[in-house]
T-cell receptor, first 113, second 111 residues
Framework: NAGVTQTPKFQVLKTGQSMTLQCAQDMNHEYMSWYRQDPGMGLRLIHYSVGAGITDQGEVPNGYNVSRSTTEDFPLRLLSAAPSQTSVYFC????????????FGPGTRLTVT | QKEVEQDPGPLSVPEGAIVSLNCTYSNSAFQYFMWYRQYSRKGPELLMYTYSSGNKEDGRFTAQVDKSSKYISLFIRDSQPSDSATYLCATLGGATNKLIFGTGTLLAVQP
């Protein structure tokens, strides 16, 4: 099993550009989520999904869109990048009956200039 | 007030020391309490979880929850340089099942 994979590992964007961060898991997990990690702020939930076709907002959803067309994939779209979105982004997944055991991907380091 | 508070450290200890990492939380409805470990430039990984109050032991690691004081602790015995990482406490946010994380404590175990 590859677990949770994320691409790209690193990305530099200019203000106003858009991009999609990819996330895939091969564990047949129902629950998937996106976090951002900033110094002194810990991990903050951006969006999450409890299954294909179902998404909801987390703590910091502004500026981001998600969709979940398959169980495996959960892409995160930055609509118009801003310097405040410079962060490390983590995707995570779990079974719906054990949400305390989330499996994290390796992260994407995004810099917006 | 944040729902989960954690001292960010950093904490530096000599090899073999007993390490105590702590968090507090605000909502008495929380039932699941987790500790995640994150090595530098890696994603977090679940170390241990407990349900409700009490202790749970796994090798050199012991997780403790005191619901009366809303206090979560992780103890590491005989600490090793390989334990050097950021330790994040977390809880499940009630009916939403969303993880709520502390800010993490950076631990360095010196050989």
């Amino acid at each position: 099993n590859a677990g949770v994979t994320q691409t790209p590992k690193f990305q530099v964007l200019k203000t106003g550009q858009s991009m999609t961060l990819q996330c895939a898991q091969d564990m047949n997990h129902e629950y998937m989520s996106w976090y951002r990690q900033d110094p002194g702020m810990g991990l903050r939930l951006i969006h999450y999904s409890v299954g294909a076709g179902i998404t909801d907002q987390g703590e910091v959803p502004n500026g981001y869109n998600v969709s979940r067309s398959t169980t495996e994939d959960f892409p995160l779209r930055l609509l118009s990048a801003a310097p405040s979105q410079t962060s490390v982004y983590f995707c995570a997944s779990s079974y719906s009956d054990s949400p305390y055991e989330q499996y994290f991907g390796p992260g994407t380091r995004l810099t917006v200039t | 007030q944040k729902e989960v508070e954690q001292d960010p450290g950093p904490l530096s200890v000599p090899e073999g020391a007993i390490v105590s990492l702590n968090c507090t939380y605000s909502n008495s409805a929380f039932q699941y309490f987790m500790w995640y470990r994150q090595y530098s430039r890696k994603g977090p990984e679940l170390l241990m979880y407990t349900y409700s109050s009490g202790n749970k032991e796994d090798g050199r690691f012991t997780a403790q929850v005191d619901k009366s004081s809303k206090y979560i602790s992780l103890f590491i015995r005989d600490s090793q340089p390989s334990d050097s990482a950021t330790y994040l406490c977390a809880t499940l946010g009630g009916a939403t099942n969303k993880l709520i994380f502390g800010t993490g404590t950076l631990l360095a175990v010196q050989p």
